[in-house]
């Protein structure tokens, strides 16, 4: 979800600091209790605004974002993409030779800026979950993931005004963007909160999670050792996932018996940007699950599983390998995939 290059020295965690903008359009048709279109923009892994066809107005979901940027411009940019997905989905269908069911149509794309100067940038659309069509800079030509997709590529290629117009933003606009985003949201953004780690087990005989929580930037590594040795063999690291108050938490399993791990010395160790947490594995520091399960991590799990339906829809894998943006300022395409 997720965003800095972590290179390790020695023990120490050394960070590359690396900001994203990212948004993400889904179109969709099928599901009466959903909108139709959903438009949502993300900086640094954290929602900065959102939009719908049911409320059909954008809102800013950050307070540093207000006066930052025309909102009316941006609420009519998001209408004209409402429309041209809605239409999209609708050939889409006929060019994949389906009449009814839940299909979507969506797009991601955004920038990233590292501390050294290094840019990124990337556009990819997606059709019911699976790879469309993705731009390649280099060329400014279209990739094709599929023989439907293949009539989209050769329109779009036959110009290449859609291929430059999206290069141009990227590299330009988006970064400038970006840059003007840390800015107003720097207090938030740049912040680094410490993680609250503990080991969990579920019952005498699970395995024990070694939990960090409430963590800010996202970016943590979470190793196990067994007798000053590094202990890579029967660990589980769980997904990275967003609390109700905007930091995040992670957890990484340790499955050895606990006979094992009572004749041996374990220890997991968190490395943050803030700090390094090291716990050593005993008994008497072990939280069980008899009682109710912490709540942090059940408003946590709520929090990321409400946040993929908005993006995903119908389950965006592409998302799943990169993230997207939306532009603010300048010229715009409505793209038309016939």
Excluded at 200 to 223: M, N, R
Excluded at 282 to 291: H, V
Aim: glycine fraction near 8%; include cysteine; proline fraction near 3%.
């Amino acid at each position: 979800m997720w965003l800095t290059a972590l290179l390790i020295l020695g023990v120490n965690l050394v960070y590359a600091e690396r900001h994203s903008l990212q948004y993400f359009y889904t179109g969709s048709t099928g599901m009466a209790d959903f909108p139709q279109f959903v438009a949502l923009g993300m900086v640094d892994g954290k929602q900065i605004d959102y939009y719908d066809s049911v409320i059909g107005k954008n809102v800013l979901k950050q307070a540093w974002m207000e006066g930052t940027r025309d909102e009316n411009s941006i609420t009519d940019i998001r209408r004209g993409y409402q429309a041209s997905f809605s239409n999209n989905v609708q050939i889409l269908m006929e060019r994949f030779n389906q009449t009814l069911g839940i299909h979507s149509f969506q797009l991601m794309y955004g920038c990233e800026l590292d501390t050294d100067g290094t840019t990124r940038g990337y556009y990819q659309y997606g059709y019911d979950g699976e790879d469309f069509l993705s731009l390649d800079k280099s060329s400014l030509t279209w990739t094709a993931a599929n023989p439907q997709a293949v009539i989209t590529k050769v329109k779009w290629d036959s110009t290449r005004a859609k291929a430059n117009q999206n290069k141009g933003y990227l590299e330009n606009i988006c970064i400038e963007w970006l840059q003007k985003y840390v800015g107003y949201g720097k207090d938030t953004l740049e912040r680094k909160v410490s993680p609250q780690v503990s080991l969990l087990q579920k019952d005498p005989s699970s395995p024990v999670s070694c939990h960090a929580t409430g963590f800010y930037p996202s970016e943590v590594k979470i190793s196990w050792m067994k007798n000053g040795q590094d202990h890579d063999e029967d660990v589980d690291l769980g997904e990275l996932i967003i609390n109700e108050d905007g930091t995040f938490q992670r957890a990484s399993t340790l499955n050895v018996k606990p006979e094992e791990w009572k004749k041996n010395k374990f220890s997991c160790e968190v490395e943050h940007k803030s700090k390094t947490i090291r716990e050593i594995l005993t008994e008497d520091k072990i939280k069980t699950n008899y009682a109710p399960f912490p709540i942090g991590i059940i408003i946590g799990v709520a929090v990321a599983v409400l946040l993929l339906i908005v993006i995903g829809v119908v389950g965006y894998k592409v998302y799943q390998k990169k993230k997207g943006f939306k532009p603010v300022n300048g010229k715009f395409f409505f793209i038309s995939v016939s």
